[in-house]
């Protein structure tokens, strides 16, 4: 498990499992099935934290 820190935020996640989750979120966003416009902008914002996240956490495993 690895610790990320994003806008304030601690998230505790495993590097695989959020990966997956970024997959999953990223997916759906790509077939989005419609709605709510503002529904949409904020999976889209999910999605940048989530990358975000991921992001941290490699930089973190990469230099322990």
């Given amino acids: 498990y690895g610790l990320a820190y994003v806008d304030g935020q601690i998230y505790v996640a495993d590097q695989d499992a959020l990966r997956l989750l970024t997959k999953c ?10 709605g709510d416009p503002s529904e949409q902008e904020s999976v889209r914002i999910m999605l940048v934290e989530l990358n975000k996240a991921l992001l941290e956490l490699q930089y973190i495993e990469d230099n322990n």
Avoid: K
């Fill in 25 to 34: 979120v990223s997916s759906f966003l790509d077939n989005w099935p419609g």
